[in-house]
């Protein structure tokens, strides 16, 4: 069976999917793509964070 296939049977007979997961890959990476290049972890900290850390609503 095609690995497409067994994912679109689990949501159809579960009515979940792996989308939060994929999400946070997604996040992840792009913080990882952005990071390239510093020096400091600091700089790396200040400049993902905002990306990464959900903000609170006021």
């Not at 792996?18 to 020096?39: H, Q």
């Amino acid at each position: 069976m095609d690995a497409r296939w067994l994912q679109t049977l689990a949501f159809i007979t579960t009515g979940v999917t792996d989308a939060r997961t994929e999400e946070t890959n997604r996040l992840i990476k792009d913080a990882a793509r952005v990071a390239f290049g510093f020096r400091r972890w600091e700089r790396v900290m200040h400049r993902t964070r905002g990306d990464i850390m959900p903000t609170a609503s006021v």
